[in-house]
């Protein structure tokens, strides 16, 4: 009897076969140096794709959070002394009253203490002297509160409507770099301060 042919593609995978049957001539040494290899090249590839993922995450929690501050600064320069005239001066973008008498200064805020609306000065017909913080104090000016009828006395505090807490005195300082005066808003400060510039 005669054998049938094999076709092309039969031939191909006895070869195979016959190739994955021959033994392993590597050394037990050698064959664990492969394995170790491998292992070793498998756990850095996981631990850069590891690494990789968690830069990623970070940047993309990073970009919720925005690089600037929309805050306003605490500390402001408010100008030079001499450009102060004796009594009040408004200064609508710190919603702050600084008043003068003489070479001594003080900052009230113009925030209600009730709902945050800017007080309006108000000029007294006849200023009074009254002693404020332990000191004598010429008031010239009440404030009142447009929104809800809140009024407060020259001094900040509160005499009716519905705040609960005179306005606000805050720090004042001359800067060394220029002379001017500075104001920083974080900083109340009780009603004996005052700044007597030389």
């Known amino acids: 009897m005669t054998e049938p042919t094999k076709t092309e593609a039969e031939k191909q995978v ?8 021959t033994p392993d001539t590597r050394t037990a040494a050698e064959q664990q140096a492969a394995q170790d290899r ?3 090249l498998l ?3 996981a631990g850069a794709g590891a690494v990789a993922i968690a830069a990623q995450a970070i940047a993309s929690l990073r ?20 450009e102060f005239p004796d009594g009040l001066k408004f200064l609508p973008d710190e919603r702050l009253f600084v008043f003068r008498e003489g070479k001594t200064f003080h900052a009230v805020s113009a925030v209600c203490t009730h709902l945050g609306c800017t007080v309006r000065a108000e000029a007294l017909s006849q200023p009074q002297t009254t002693e404020v913080g332990g000191a004598p ?24 409507g519905p705040a609960p807490k005179p306005l606000a005195w805050f720090r004042l300082s001359v800067a060394t770099d220029d002379g001017q005066l500075v104001v920083d808003l974080a900083d109340e400060v009780g009603h004996d301060f005052r700044l007597t510039i030389a």
């Open 137 to 160: 104090m010429r008031l010239t000016h009440r404030f009142a509160c447009p929104c809800h009828g809140s009024t407060y006395s020259g001094d900040g505090t509160q005499t009716g």
């Open 43 to 45: 756990k850095l590839g």
């Open 63 to 82: 970009s919720l959070v925005p690089n600037v501050s929309y805050d306003a600064p605490t500390t402001v320069k408010l100008g030079l002394a001499t």
């Open 14 to 21: 006895t070869a195979g076969t016959k190739r994955s049957a």
């Open 38 to 40: 491998r292992d070793f």
